[in-house]
C-alpha cells in the first residue's frame, strides 16, 4: 500500500506595527494584520505492486485571518511610584476563518507589573485553535479492512470490520492556557525567570484503524459509536457496503450479517489531555576577569502532571516519563566565555 501526498502552499501577509498614543505610562502600541493561506494538497493512494498506478484526489482549503493586539502601558517611566514601576496589560485576540471546517475566535491578554527594580510579576491566560491537516479530514483511503482483533477475554481473536476515509464532520482541537511568573534581577549580572503553566487540551484527533488491541479498552470508548459489536456492527458494515464503501478482505461467511466487530478506524476528535509544571529560565554574567566575558546559564521545566484520555469520558492516565510523552524533568546548562 503507497499513499504520497502532495501539497502547494501560498501565504500573504499584511502587517501594521507601532505607537498610536503617548500616555504617561510610555507608547500605546498596536500590532494588527491580515493573513491568507491557499492550500492545495493532492492524496494518492495504490494498493497491490510497484507498477500499481496512482489514483489521485485533489483538495483545497483557504484560510483568511485578521489579528490586532493592543500594548497598554498603565504605569511607566513618566509616572512611577512606589510599587509600580511598571504595569503593562496585553489584550489581544485572532480571527480565522477556514473554508473547510468553519471559523474561531481566540483571545489572549497578559499583564506585567514591575513592583520595584528587580522584581516584576506577569501573568496571562489565552485559548488556541489547532485545524485538522487535510489528510486527516479526507484520509488516503476509503475502504473497510477485514482484519483479525485480539480478544480481551482469551482465546481467538475475533475477526472484526474497520472502517477508512473521510469524516467530514472533523473539527478543530481547542486548547486553554494559563500561566504566571516571577522575574527577578537582583543586579545586572543576575536574572531568574520562574514560570507555573496550565494547558487543557480538547478534541484531539485520533485514529484506531490500524490498533488491533482496541477492544481491551472497549469500555472508554462508551458512547462514541466507534466500537459497534453483534447486530450493530453488521448493519453498519452492511450501510457503508450499500454506499460504494469496498471491502478489503473476506467477510466472515461471506456476509455483512456475520461481522461481530466493527471499529471506525476514521479520524475523530476524541482525546483530551492536561499538563501542568514549572519553567525556569537563569543566567548569571562574570565580566571583567582578565581572561574575558563568561555568561552561565540554566534553563529548563518540571512537569506536575502530564494526563492524557483517549475519550472525555475515559479516565486520565498519568504519562510522565513513557516513551512518546514528555519527560519530568528537562534542563539544560551552558557555560559562553568570549
Same mark, same amino acid.
Given at each position: ?19 498610536? &498614543? ?15 493561506? %491557499?492550500?492545495?494538497? &493532492? ?18 482549503? !483557504? ?5 490586532? !493586539? ?24 485572532? $480571527? %480565522?476563518? $477556514?473554508?473547510?471546517?468553519? %471559523? ?27 485545524? *485538522?491537516?487535510? @489528510?486527516?479530514? $479526507? ?12 480478544? *480481551? ?20 482541537? @481547542?486548547?486553554?492556557? /494559563?500561566?504566571?511568573?516571577?522575574? /527577578? ?10 514560570? $507555573?503553566? %496550565? ?24 458512547? @462514541? ?9 453488521? #448493519?453498519?458494515? #452492511? !450501510? ?5 464503501? @469496498? ?32 519553567d525556569l529560565a537563569s543566567r548569571y554574567a562574570l565580566r571583567g576577569t582578565g ?15 502530564? #494526563?492524557?484520555?483517549?475519550?472525555? &469520558?475515559?479516565? #486520565? ?8 510523552? *514528555? ?12
Amino acid at each position: 500500500f503507497f499513499a504520497p501526498t502532495a501539497s502547494d502552499f501560498k501565504g500573504y501577509e499584511l502587517r501594521l506595527n507601532g505607537a498610536i &498614543a503617548t500616555l504617561p505610562g510610555g507608547d500605546l502600541a498596536l500590532a494588527t494584520g491580515y493573513e491568507r493561506q %491557499d492550500i492545495d494538497v &493532492a492524496l494518492g493512494s495504490a494498493r497491490g505492486g510497484p507498477t500499481t498506478p496512482l489514483t489521485w484526489r485533489h483538495f483545497g482549503r !483557504e484560510v483568511n485571518s485578521v489579528y490586532a !493586539e493592543l500594548q497598554i502601558p498603565v504605569f511607566g517611566a513618566g509616572n512611577a511610584r512606589p510599587g509600580f514601576q511598571r504595569l503593562t496589560v496585553n489584550a489581544a485576540i485572532r $480571527y %480565522d476563518d $477556514y473554508s473547510d471546517v468553519g %471559523d474561531t475566535s481566540n483571545e489572549k491578554f497578559g499583564v506585567t507589573w514591575k513592583l520595584a527594580p528587580t522584581i516584576a510579576l506577569r501573568g496571562s491566560y489565552g485559548s488556541s485553535f489547532r485545524a *485538522p491537516l487535510i @489528510t486527516q479530514i $479526507y484520509g488516503n483511503s476509503n475502504n473497510l479492512f477485514v482484519q483479525n482483533y485480539q480478544n *480481551p477475554a482469551g482465546g481467538a481473536p475475533i475477526t472484526g470490520v474497520a472502517l477508512s476515509g473521510q469524516n467530514l464532520d472533523l473539527g478543530p482541537e @481547542t486548547a486553554t492556557t /494559563w500561566s504566571t511568573g516571577l522575574d /527577578w534581577e537582583p543586579s545586572d549580572a543576575w536574572r531568574i525567570a520562574l514560570t $507555573y503553566f %496550565d494547558v487543557s487540551y480538547e478534541n484531539q484527533v485520533a485514529s484506531y484503524l490500524s490498533n488491533t488491541a482496541i477492544l481491551a479498552r472497549e469500555a472508554d470508548f462508551a458512547g @462514541t459509536g466507534i466500537i459497534l459489536r453483534g447486530a450493530a456492527a453488521g #448493519q453498519r458494515v #452492511q !450501510e457503508l457496503i450499500n454506499q460504494g464503501i @469496498t471491502v478489503v478482505g473476506a467477510l466472515p461467511g461471506g456476509s455483512a450479517a456475520n461481522v461481530a466487530v466493527f471499529v471506525d478506524g476514521r479520524s475523530q476528535n476524541l482525546g483530551v489531555s492536561s499538563m501542568r509544571g514549572f519553567d525556569l529560565a537563569s543566567r548569571y554574567a562574570l565580566r571583567g576577569t582578565g581572561v574575558g566575558d563568561f555568561l552561565f546559564s540554566l534553563s529548563g521545566s518540571y512537569l506536575t502532571k502530564y #494526563q492524557v484520555a483517549i475519550t472525555a &469520558a475515559a479516565p #486520565q492516565l498519568d504519562r510522565l516519563n513513557t516513551i512518546f510523552n *514528555p519527560l519530568k524533568l528537562k534542563l539544560r546548562a551552558a557555560v559562553n566565555w568570549s
